[in-house]
């Protein structure tokens, strides 16, 4: 089975700043994705960020960027110019081609941006 | 409508008590997602629906969860006889092929 590890509870950054969330997963397939979802207060799970395994350059989406190691298994989150709507609560999911269509997520990361 | 939609979006019950809870898909999405998540914690699968049937029912906790699809559209997930441990928030989404599940806002579970 895959495994989603987000070794860091909290996390806290200055509006204006850079912080980056950490994400690493156990997996013996070649062809999954891997995503990043953010959840405010509100519940929605809304997609911030996907990676495709097989693509060695790491996606972007406006100020959010990853940083994607494949053999490390290893896929941080960078948010730069952070900004008060960025507190809430990151989830890392893995999702693998070949075993089914369930994400599997991390237990989260809570993020509080401070002015 | 444009998004994943759930209903209640909150559900207080007794303990022993049957409830369902409803998910609309966004139209045209073929394949839909039932997770729960406990307090402070991510999300556990629960069970897949591809058009109206389910090739993957692992994550379902006991028997006392059930699900069904029907119209390929609508999707309804079924707790029988509630227990307190049942206690968590239920998110439905959905996608098209291959392509990032969407999310509804989900319905908090909570059993007195």
């Known amino acids: 089975a895959q495994t989603v590890t987000q070794s860091q509870p909290e996390m806290s950054v200055q509006e204006a700043e850079t912080v980056t969330l950490s994400c690493t997963y156990d997996t013996s397939e070649s062809d999954y994705y891997l995503f990043w979802y953010k959840q405010p207060p509100s519940r929605q799970m809304i997609l911030v960020i996907r990676?495709?395994?097989?693509?060695?350059q790491n996606a972007t989406e406006n100020r959010f960027s990853v940083n994607f190691q494949k053999a490390a298994k290893s896929f941080s989150l960078k948010i730069s110019d952070s900004q008060l709507g960025d507190a809430a609560m990151y989830f890392c999911?893995?999702?693998?081609?070949?075993?089914?269509?369930?994400?599997?997520f991390g237990k989260g990361t809570s993020l509080l941006v401070t002015p | 409508g444009a998004g994943v939609s759930q209903s209640p979006s909150n559900k207080v019950t007794e303990k022993g008590k049957d409830v369902e809870l409803r998910c609309d898909p966004i139209?045209?999405?073929?394949?839909l997602y039932w997770y729960r998540q406990r307090l402070g914690q991510g999300l556990e699968f629960l069970i897949y629906?591809?058009?109206?049937?389910?090739?993957?029912k692992s994550g379902l906790p006991s028997d006392r969860f059930s699900a069904e699809r029907t119209g390929e559209s609508v999707s309804t997930l079924t707790i029988q006889r509630t227990q307190q441990e049942d206690s968590a928030v239920y998110l439905c989404a959905s996608s098209f092929r291959n392509q990032p599940q969407h999310f509804g806002d989900g319905t908090r579970l909570s059993i007195l």
């Open positions: 139209s045209g999405h073929t394949a």
């Open positions: 629906f591809q058009g109206n049937s389910a090739p993957d």
């Open positions: 999911a893995y999702h693998g081609l070949n075993s089914g269509y369930a994400l599997n």
């Open positions: 990676q495709e395994a097989y693509k060695q």
